[in-house]
């Protein structure tokens, strides 16, 4: 049995290929997955020590104001007898210590008791006082301890002793933490439920003599959670083993969801198995009995609902800590979301290169098939000495096509021998490569150009690392001014900046654009300059040049480096127009075309007609002074006041421009291109000029 060369060609392909694609697609499945599902129990693990951080942080200022308030009583600082004397230093406290609710220190002899309380960010006193066998119960705003309460009980029937954290600190006879309990509120707050710290103070001989305790609230936990991000949808959760043996959430980014009114209406916290949110009752039931370790903890998996959820469960970290548990739960979706796109991705680009593979397959195996079918029968006519000259095929695999020649060149010589007469065979082949283009398109833009002003002498002074370093901010004010209005800085030319507008996103008003950005560097470099004097820093100061017009913008490079910019005479006259602020003393220059776009959005005055150098045609140029909407003092006047001076000395009126120009610098001493129009208008009046002349500036210089 024999086979065609083309199928069995394909067959080999896919037999390989098949296979391959398989394994790889599967590899890389699982080798995906598995990264996602360590990803997901690195997210998890993460922020259970991010709560974990958060916890012991607000554990630990309750055990260190608990045992700085102990150690001040033991050694005598406070008079054992005078609890008052605490308040001062328990409102400092509270103070500074924004988690803390209250500071609290109780009686063993007779039950008396005084502390200072903050819930719901009010801050009072609690001072319960036993005088023979009677007990009275005074509340005080903090500002009017101890002299007015706002609140007397005489013939109280509270014992403090019986309090939990009290009852438990002196049963254990050394530190404690109570479970979660409802806090008593101060002059109407609301109560709030949270969390007692205790420690037993002794006298001289051992003996117990008081419990002092720290509270928190734990709405400040669940405050916390709430900002946790976990995932697209998942969150964290605090549970508490109690003292009887069962659980209860403390800290929910729901906190609404922790607690519920009892018959008498006192808010309870509610068992972990009555919880309204159902994921926390899956969760804490996955998690098994108790607490855990405070190790990598337990990863939970579930279903609520139709959706897969993954979780971790581990006890909170420190020795002497309550019996915490921390849960994090989220979606399974939030974790293998990628991994299902990669899959997706991954799937057609599989089946894509199979098909591609095949096509190739196809297509190279006719390239083999076809001329050696054709070949043979080439071959099969000359053994008949058929040697008719036909066309005989060509193919992309080499040897096919020296095969090909061969039996070509093969029925030349043939023919020839057969004639007895040379034959010359001639073949060519010829090779094209296409050239990659390079360009542009031509569009309108506003250029920006800014320098330096002295940049070289600044320089000379400075070493290379200062001069780095404070380049470096000077440009980093210029690069945000440009960005804030939307610009592109197209390149740094050591200490100059080339920036454009409308390129390569097309703008309305780029001219305006462009003003307005000049203008915020200006101002943010005005701010910058003291804190660089205090440094001892130049005063960097800046000139810029604006100018708006066609240009040829795009890729423009080598075969190896492209480079996105704007190059034509427009660019050109806008860096022109930025050396010119030396001849004139000023620091924005604009072109008559950029002032004609930002029309009366901007306070502009005319200041010369200049001929840059390189260019015979003289254009208009105008100074920036501000924005319409918030104008600079007295810029509107100046620039009405000069374009007059200007106008006289168009008009050859040069005296009249001097005079005009004295009493324009009364009103605006020292402006620089006054004082320079009044000096070229003496100096034509020493010197007339001639009769073609037009008032143009010819700029001798960049």
Not at 84 to 100: H, I, K, M, T, Y
Request: aromatic share 8%; proline share 5%; glycine share 8%.
């Amino acid at each position: 049995m024999k086979f065609r060369f083309r199928t069995t060609q394909l067959t080999l392909f896919l037999a390989v290929l098949l296979p391959v694609v398989a394994a790889l697609g599967l590899a890389g499945y699982w080798a995906v997955r598995f990264t996602g599902e360590d990803l997901g129990h690195q997210l998890l693990l993460q922020t259970s020590f991010r709560v974990d951080e958060e916890i012991e942080r607000v554990l630990n200022e309750a055990v260190e104001e608990v045992r700085l308030t102990r150690a001040l009583i033991e050694s005598g600082t406070h008079a054992g007898g005078n609890a008052a004397a605490l308040v001062p230093f328990w409102s400092q406290v509270l103070g500074v210590r924004d988690e803390l609710t209250g500071l609290f220190l109780a009686r063993e002899a007779d039950g008396s008791c005084v502390g200072v309380s903050r819930l719901n960010n009010s801050l009072g006193v609690w001072q319960l006082d036993v005088e023979e066998g009677r007990q009275r119960l005074r509340e005080f705003e903090i500002k009017d301890f101890p002299q007015t309460p706002y609140q007397v009980q005489e013939n109280a029937s509270y014992d403090i002793r019986r309090r939990p954290w009290y009852a438990l600190t002196k049963s254990l006879d050394g530190p404690a933490w109570a479970d979660c309990y409802l806090f008593l509120g101060l002059k109407g707050n609301e109560s709030e439920m949270g969390v007692t710290y205790a420690e037993p103070i002794r006298d001289a001989e051992g003996q117990l003599t008081g419990v002092v305790s720290a509270d928190f609230s734990v709405r400040q936990l669940s405050g916390f959670l709430k900002t946790l991000r976990v995932g697209q949808s998942g969150y964290a959760f605090v549970v508490e083993l109690r003292d009887d043996g069962s659980r209860a959430v403390i800290a929910h980014p729901d906190h609404a969801k922790l607690t519920r009114l009892t018959p008498d209406g006192v808010p309870s916290l509610i068992p972990v198995e009555e919880s309204p949110d159902q994921l926390v009752v899956h969760a804490i039931r996955e998690a098994g009995p108790g607490v855990g370790s405070p190790g990598l903890g337990t990863s939970l998996r579930f279903e609520e609902n139709g959706v897969r959820h993954v979780g971790l469960a581990r006890r909170i970290k420190g020795a002497g800590f309550p019996p915490w548990q921390i849960v994090i739960v989220l979606p399974e979706k939030d974790v293998f979301a990628h991994v299902d796109e990669i899959t997706a991705i991954s799937a057609i680009l599989a089946v894509g290169s199979v098909a591609i593979v095949v096509l190739f397959g196809i297509y190279l195996s006719t390239q083999i098939a076809r001329p050696l079918e054709q070949l043979a029968a080439e071959t099969e006519a000359v053994g008949r000495f058929d040697l008719a000259e036909r066309p005989l095929p060509q193919s992309v695999v080499l040897e096919v096509d020296r095969l090909s020649n061969a039996t070509g060149d093969m029925k030349t010589s043939l023919r020839s021998f057969r004639k007895f007469v040379p034959a010359d065979v001639v073949r060519s082949l010829v090779a094209s490569r296409q050239e990659a283009a390079f360009g542009g398109e031509k569009r309108c833009v506003t250029t920006l150009f800014s320098d330096i002003v002295s940049f070289t002498s600044v320089a000379e002074g400075m070493s290379p690392e200062e001069l780095v370093g404070h380049l470096r901010e000077y440009l980093s004010v210029v690069s945000d001014g440009v960005a804030l209005e939307e610009g592109t800085v197209d390149k740094f030319i050591g200490d100059a900046v080339m920036a454009i507008w409308g390129a390569p996103v097309a703008m309305e008003n780029h001219a305006l654009a462009a003003c307005r950005a000049a203008l915020v560097v200006e101002a943010a470099l005005a701010e910058h300059r003291p804190e660089w004097q205090r440094r001892g820093l130049p005063e960097f100061r800046a000139r810029y040049g604006i100018n708006t017009g066609d240009v040829v913008v795009g890729n423009i490079g080598s075969d190896t480096r492209l480079s996105y910019t704007a190059i034509g005479d427009a660019v050109n006259l806008a860096s022109r127009l930025e050396g010119l602020n030396k001849e004139y003393g000023t620091t924005i220059l604009l072109s008559e075309s950029t002032r004609t776009m930002a029309g009366n959005h901007i306070i502009a005055r005319p200041l010369d007609w200049v001929s840059v150098k390189g260019k015979s045609v003289a254009t208009p140029i105008y100074e920036l002074l501000g924005l319409s909407n918030a104008p600079p003092h007295n810029a509107i006047e100046l620039a009405g006041e000069f374009e007059s001076v200007l106008d006289l000395y168009r008009a050859r009126k040069f005296a009249e421009a001097i005079q005009r120009g004295v009493e324009l610098l009364k009103r605006h001493p020292g402006d620089p291109p006054t004082l320079r129009l009044q000096s070229r208008c003496e100096e034509l009046l020493k010197h007339p000029p001639a009769a073609d002349w037009d008032g143009t500036f010819h700029a001798l210089t960049k």
